[in-house]
């Protein structure tokens, strides 16, 4: 297996100072994020106020409804010292599928749209999105993303929703990395950075969902192999299939 080295409290140090660092450059002195109280917003609410000051990190937190963990996410925002804010993203969600049941194709309605609860799923991340984009651009700040690389890798993230942001600290990390830096942090509380991950909507653990550890997507990538080939193909087939969501659209230039 390859070589792989990875130092904490080096990976900390650094995105503090790059985070610092892009800010200054686009000459915004503030961010806001979600947070869900999971281990990824947790550590990006963090580094965030570490390198730019606790004053100038705004927490959006935006249950769908009763979110049974809210304390978790208001946890943080203690801990760290960030401004937040609670937007409960219910009546919105509703509306929004009110509005399609309730549509027109037209003169001729013919091809209703079916209920999909897929679909539905990500309705939450797609108006936690524009609520976070409206709150930032209400502020003048710039919108922090929080997923890793692990979640990238596979997939496991909603295009036009946590997969938009102006910056995101966390994305060359993997999901066990993101638990390394967060336990450099004395700020923050172990339990939290530790969580087991879910995504806040289906009820359901990630690596059940998913049908994979966070560790085997960690080897797969700094290691080169998990250690099971039938593993490391299902990894890279769905590293291949959502690179879509990891990349700009293409532009189908019509003189090329």
Same mark, same amino acid.
């Given at each position: 297996?390859?070589?792989?080295?990875?130092?904490? $409290?080096?990976?900390?140090?650094?995105?503090?100072?790059?985070?610092?660092?892009?800010?200054h450059g686009v000459g915004v !002195?503030? $961010?806001?994020?979600?947070?869900?109280?999971?281990?990824? !917003?947790?550590?990006?609410?963090?580094?965030?106020?570490?390198?730019?000051?606790?004053?100038?990190?705004?927490? $959006?937190?935006?249950? +769908?409804?009763?979110?049974?963990?809210?304390? *978790?996410?208001?946890?943080?925002?203690?801990?760290?010292?960030?401004?937040?804010?609670?937007?409960?993203? %219910?009546?919105?969600?509703?509306?929004l599928l009110k509005a399609v049941?309730?549509? #027109?194709?037209?003169?001729? +309605?013919?091809?209703?749209?079916?209920?999909?609860?897929? #679909?539905?799923?990500?309705?939450?991340?797609?108006?936690?999105? &524009?609520?976070?984009?409206?709150?930032?651009?209400?502020?003048?700040?710039? $919108?922090?993303?929080?997923? %890793?690389?692990?979640?990238?890798?596979?997939?496991?993230?909603?295009?036009?929703?946590?997969?938009?942001?102006?910056?995101?600290?966390?994305?060359?990390?993997?999901?066990?990395?993101?638990?390394?830096?967060?336990?450099?942090?004395?700020?923050? /509380?172990?339990?939290?950075?530790?969580? &087991? /991950?879910?995504?806040?909507?289906?009820?359901?653990?990630?690596?059940?969902?998913?049908?994979?550890?966070?560790?085997?997507?960690?080897?797969?990538?700094?290691?080169? &192999?998990?250690? *099971?080939?039938?593993? +490391?193909e299902k990894i890279a087939k769905?590293?291949?299939? %959502?690179?879509?969501?990891?990349?700009? /659209?293409?532009?189908?230039?019509?003189?090329?």
């Amino acid at each position: 297996m390859a070589e792989y080295q990875f130092n904490p $409290v080096e990976a900390r140090d650094r995105l503090v100072e790059k985070i610092r660092e892009f800010m200054h450059g686009v000459g915004v !002195s503030r $961010v806001a994020l979600g947070v869900s109280g999971g281990k990824d !917003s947790t550590v990006a609410s963090a580094l965030c106020a570490r390198a730019l000051g606790k004053e100038n990190v705004y927490g $959006v937190l935006m249950p +769908d409804g009763v979110q049974k963990d809210i304390a *978790d996410s208001m946890s943080v925002c203690r801990a760290t010292g960030i401004n937040y804010r609670i937007v409960n993203i %219910n009546e919105m969600h509703n509306a929004l599928l009110k509005a399609v049941e309730a549509g #027109s194709n037209g003169e001729i +309605d013919d091809y209703p749209v079916p209920f999909s609860e897929e #679909s539905n799923v990500n309705v939450g991340p797609r108006l936690r999105m &524009t609520t976070l984009r409206y709150v930032a651009q209400a502020l003048g700040a710039f $919108v922090c993303g929080t997923g %890793n690389l692990s979640e990238a890798t596979v997939g496991y993230c909603t295009k036009d929703g946590d997969t938009s942001c102006d910056f995101n600290p966390l994305g060359a990390l993997t999901s066990v990395e993101v638990v390394q830096v967060g336990l450099t942090m004395p700020e923050l /509380p172990r339990e939290l950075v530790q969580k &087991t /991950p879910d995504d806040g909507l289906s009820g359901v653990p990630d690596e059940v969902k998913l049908g994979l550890t966070y560790r085997q997507i960690h080897d797969f990538l700094r290691l080169g &192999t998990c250690g *099971d080939a039938a593993v +490391d193909e299902k990894i890279a087939k769905r590293e291949k299939a %959502n690179m879509h969501k990891r990349r700009m /659209p293409p532009i189908l230039n019509w003189a090329e």
